[in-house]
């Protein structure tokens, strides 16, 4: 019985929203934009969040990376006359952290240097990094072809290197690399492998692609890396650079690691881990000359981001959805007034108020949740044509169709009860007597 009456009612409300088409097509426009802007903003923070996470991820979530940086007092001196700066990390900072910390796992020195490339005719920018063969271990590097640098290497300072895909694209184009060899000022580096970042997503591989074949060589950008034994590096390369000044002047600079990677062997011990490096650094470096870099610090912050970021775009989106509300509940009101003689008849016939309060509300839920079914194909396109013509990575969760869906039924229950109840309380007798 109870739902024979529900099914007399919802096609009672349909009926009478068909024959205002225009206006209840009108009224719903509110919480069509409503919903399908909930739906897109969510989906453009999560993709954006994801995006951040996976490439702080991509630098280890048990990493803790130190960096050496020109300390600001150095950089206040440097004047036109040719001076010697010393700072930075040192093999012996390396040493230290492997003995003195006991959470350390692994430890990975990197030497990094800017540099001209060259086979046969071709020629281009790279990043030269001296680094240790278990560098893949704890970094996003991956030997496609061939293998990686060996203890062997190691030992006996070869002249042997793995190439970044980029940097064989710009130098070998369609020749095999494995076995070649790359000159770099006078030396020769005999080719042994290929390497690949992994676990980059679709969107950012192309726009690196894209950017190390376009703008980056066009600027003279290093396009890759090239990585060699860190003792072939030390012996060829040496600790010294020259770096020349805009006035003419120039400042020698001595400086034995850009990078040293510290693996620990649980999440949990990276924090205090970091406050031990810190602890060391700051006893044995006068200089500001190193900044700590933790990853997963970084994507602690990424996460407090998103939050927030979702927070903001949901409250936007919350506003639209107020303002189509309004206006459903607005044209329910008109709906009541010009209605009052066919309510007072209903009364009159022994509908109770509960009836007449069902009816209303069935009515605006029709038309909140026809919206929202809009809402959600309309929410569901947005994202698809940002990521297509924007290059920008969207993630459609089904919390946010949920979200989105349960707010719209929300609105109208919200903004119906209202009206409904106004026509549930007016007098029959007054109701007959309307015009």
Not at 57 to 78: C, F, H, M, W, Y
Not at 283 to 291: P, Q, S, T
Request: charged share 20%; glycine share 10%; proline share 3%.
């Amino acid at each position: 019985m109870f739902f024979f009456r529900l099914k007399r009612t919802v096609k009672l409300g349909f009926k009478s929203l068909w024959m205002h088409r225009l206006r209840s097509t009108l009224t719903t426009l509110g919480i069509i934009f409503g919903v399908s802007s909930v739906i897109a903003m969510l989906a453009i923070g999560e993709g954006a969040s994801r995006d951040a996470q996976e490439k702080i991820a991509q630098l280890g979530s048990r990493n803790i990376i130190i960096k050496t940086v020109k300390p600001p007092e150095d950089q206040a001196a440097g004047g036109q006359q040719q001076t010697l700066m010393e700072y930075g990390l040192t093999y012996k900072d390396a040493e230290r952290f492997q003995d003195a910390i006991p959470n350390v796992q692994v430890i990975v020195p990197n030497r990094r240097i800017s540099q001209q490339a060259l086979y046969r005719n071709r020629r281009t920018s790279l990043e030269v990094v001296g680094t240790v063969p278990w560098y893949p271990d704890i970094s996003p590097t991956r030997v496609r072809f061939g293998r990686f640098l060996s203890s062997t290497d190691m030992h006996y300072r070869q002249g042997v290197c793995v190439l970044d895909e980029r940097v064989v694209k710009e130098l070998f184009a369609i020749d095999d690399p494995i076995g070649q060899d790359v000159k770099i000022g006078g030396d020769y580096y005999r080719v042994v492998g290929v390497a690949a970042e992994q676990s980059q997503t679709p969107e950012s591989a192309d726009a690196e692609t894209r950017d190390a074949t376009g703008a980056k060589r066009a600027a003279g950008a290093n396009v890759g890396a090239m990585y060699v034994p860190l003792t072939t590096v030390r012996e060829r390369f040496g600790e010294m650079t020259m770096q020349m000044s805009s006035g003419g002047g120039g400042t020698l600079e001595r400086i034995e690691l850009q990078e040293i990677i510290v693996q620990v062997q649980d999440v949990d011990m990276v924090m205090g881990t970091r406050q031990s490096v810190q602890t060391l650094l700051t006893r044995f470096h006068r200089k500001n000359d190193y900044e700590i870099i933790v990853p997963l610090e970084l994507m602690r912050q990424a996460k407090d981001f998103q939050r927030i970021f979702t927070i903001v775009l949901g409250s936007i989106a919350a506003i639209s959805l107020l303002v189509g509300g309004i206006g459903i509940m607005n044209i329910m009101m008109a709906t009541v007034s010009e209605r009052t003689r066919e309510i007072g008849i209903r009364r009159a016939l022994g509908a109770k108020k509960k009836d007449i309060v069902i009816q209303f509300l069935s009515e605006t839920l029709i038309l909140t949740l026809s919206g929202g079914i809009l809402g959600m194909a309309l929410g569901a396109l947005i994202p698809f044509f940002v990521t297509h013509f924007g290059q920008m990575r969207t993630v459609i969760t089904g919390s946010s169709l949920v979200l989105a869906f349960g707010i719209s039924g929300a609105v109208g229950i919200a903004f119906g009860l209202y009206p409904a109840y106004r026509a549930a309380n007016m007098d029959p007798i007054e109701s007959l007597r309307h015009e």
